[in-house]
């Protein structure tokens, strides 16, 4: 098994610029999540999922979108980046809800924004 | 818990000696508790889980220890090794709730 896979592993964009990062999982697991992970501070909860075809916002969703159509795939957007929005970028999936299982983790994106 | 300081702390640990990393959590429901170790340039990587209604759990060479009078979690690491080195970080959740809080993380040095 691949675990968890992101697609791309750094990026470089420009102000304004749009793209979106992709996780896929397969693992069968039906709780997807996007963080943010910046200097100095703990993972970030940006969006996540409990099934196919369900998102919420996390505690950093301003700036950001998701979607779920496929169970072992969950997509973070960026429609209009800002510098702000340098940091690395982290999926994760677990079996259960919060609290109830461990997440797997990506291997990360490393998002730049000129 | 969740730290908001530029430079993690460090601890630095001769190889063979054991390691002990603490961590104070800020919610005193929470119920869960995972210990994970993210070396440079990848995800994190789960190591162990405790429950609220344990103190003690035990791995492979790795120990977590809770203490929840004063909202305190430990890892021990025996004999450690230089594999070990990473970043390693205490996260808390509450069964069913929002979020997992992640603490920022403490960086282990071992050296040979």
């Known amino acids: 098994n691949a675990g968890v896979t992101q697609t791309p592993k750094f990026r470089v964009l420009k102000t304004g610029q749009s793209m979106t990062l992709l996780c896929a999982q397969d693992?069968?697991?039906?709780?997807m999540y996007w963080y943010r992970q910046d200097p100095g501070m703990g993972l970030r909860l940006i969006h996540y999922s409990v099934g196919e075809g369900t998102t919420a916002k996390g505690e950093v969703p301003d700036g950001y979108n998701v979607s779920r159509l496929k169970k072992q795939n969950f997509l973070l957007g960026l429609e209009s980046a800002a510098p702000s929005q340098t940091s690395v970028y982290f999926c994760?999936?677990?079996?259960?809800?919060?609290?109830?299982?461990?997440?797997?983790f990506g291997p990360g994106t490393r998002l730049t924004v000129t | 818990g969740e730290s908001v300081g530029l430079h993690l702390p460090t601890l630095s640990v001769q190889e063979g000696d054991n390691s002990i990393i603490n961590c104070a959590y800020s919610?005193?429901?929470?119920?869960?508790f995972i210990w994970y170790k993210q070396e440079s340039g990848k995800g994190p990587q789960f190591i162990i889980d405790?429950?609220?209604?344990?103190d003690k759990r035990q791995g492979q060479r790795v120990t977590v220890l809770l203490n929840k009078t004063v909202k305190h979690l430990s890892l021990q690491i025996a004999a450690t090794q230089p594999g070990d080195s990473a970043v390693y970080f205490c996260?808390?959740?509450?069964?069913?709730?929002?979020?997992?809080?992640f603490g920022a993380g403490t960086r282990l040095f071992v050296k040979a």
């Open positions: 994760a999936s677990s079996y259960l809800g919060q609290g109830l299982s461990e997440q797997y």
């Open positions: 693992m069968n697991h039906e709780y």
């Open positions: 405790i429950r609220s209604n344990m």
């Open positions: 919610n005193s429901a929470s119920d869960y």
């Open positions: 996260a808390e959740a509450l069964t069913g709730g929002f979020k997992t809080i």
